[in-house]
């Protein structure tokens, strides 16, 4: 008998279309039966966070984790997952905090200009346990804006924290790596190289964009899955407004 895990991962821009977020989430069909909505760029607002907000928009059955990182002027930023407690379990969340710029070997001249911008945190959001018969580690990633190798060393960051841990029947790293793109250069294609190390496969390479800004289509978001167990997937994003990302869906099935 065939099981299907339904994924979602959504940068939502520090939630400064939180209506319309909402209101995407309630009315699109695509969010429906979700088992994992993993977020980047969760804020919280007067009414609560967003990750408890999407939740409730979601059903009874949902429940959600937020985690602030850093303060984007004066909006909280946080990383956060809502799941279908009636699918999933989660029995610890923890976050792991990337290393800065300057905690990592950079050249002279990336190591130059990221000192003139204002250091930022940055966390891998992990959440460890169940999914109907399987172990399940689900993460969201935020890397940093710039810098080619300091990204790199971020990524690397995740990949060996998530080494260090037991190993799962599920685990799936998704988020917001800011892979950005000028004239189809850099590829990024060492990050997917350094993912297949831990058995990590990007699922989801036939997306063309994920994010745009300014009429610049990127693809700034992934999706890798790994397992013991023999999966397929199917990947898609949906065309909607309420961030500068869009949202990214994969129903990763297994037989």
């Not at 907000?53 to 850093?70: F, M, P, R």
Request: net charge positive.
């Amino acid at each position: 008998m065939a099981h299907t895990l339904r994924f979602c991962s959504w940068n939502i821009q520090v939630g400064m279309k939180r209506a319309h977020i909402l209101n995407v989430v309630k009315h699109e069909r695509d969010f429906r039966h979700l088992d994992v909505l993993a977020l980047q760029e969760a804020s919280a607002h007067a009414h609560g966070d967003d990750a408890s907000s999407i939740a409730h928009v979601l059903g009874e059955t949902y429940g959600s984790y937020h985690h602030v990182y850093n303060l984007l002027k004066t909006l909280p930023q946080a990383n956060a997952l809502v799941w279908n407690r009636a699918r999933v379990q989660f029995n610890a969340i923890e976050h792991h905090t990337l290393p800065t710029h300057i905690q990592v070997h950079l050249p002279r001249a990336e190591r130059a200009l990221l000192n003139r911008l204002k250091r930022q945190t940055r966390v891998n959001l992990v959440g460890d346990g169940a999914w109907e018969n399987f172990s399940v580690r689900v993460c969201a990633a935020h890397l940093d804006v710039l810098g080619y190798r300091f990204k790199r060393q971020q990524f690397r960051a995740v990949l060996d924290d998530l080494r260090a841990r037991s190993p799962v029947d599920v685990m799936i790293l998704a988020g917001d790596f800011n892979t950005f793109r000028i004239g189809g250069r850099p590829t990024w294609a060492q990050l997917k190289h350094d993912a297949a190390e831990l058995g990590l496969r990007a699922i989801s390479d036939e997306i063309i964009f994920t994010q745009r800004a300014l009429r610049v289509k990127q693809k700034l978001d992934e999706i890798f899955v790994a397992s013991p167990h023999t999966f397929r997937s199917r990947v898609w994003t949906l065309d909607v407004g309420g961030s500068d990302h869009l949202p990214m869906f994969a129903e990763i099935t297994f037989d």
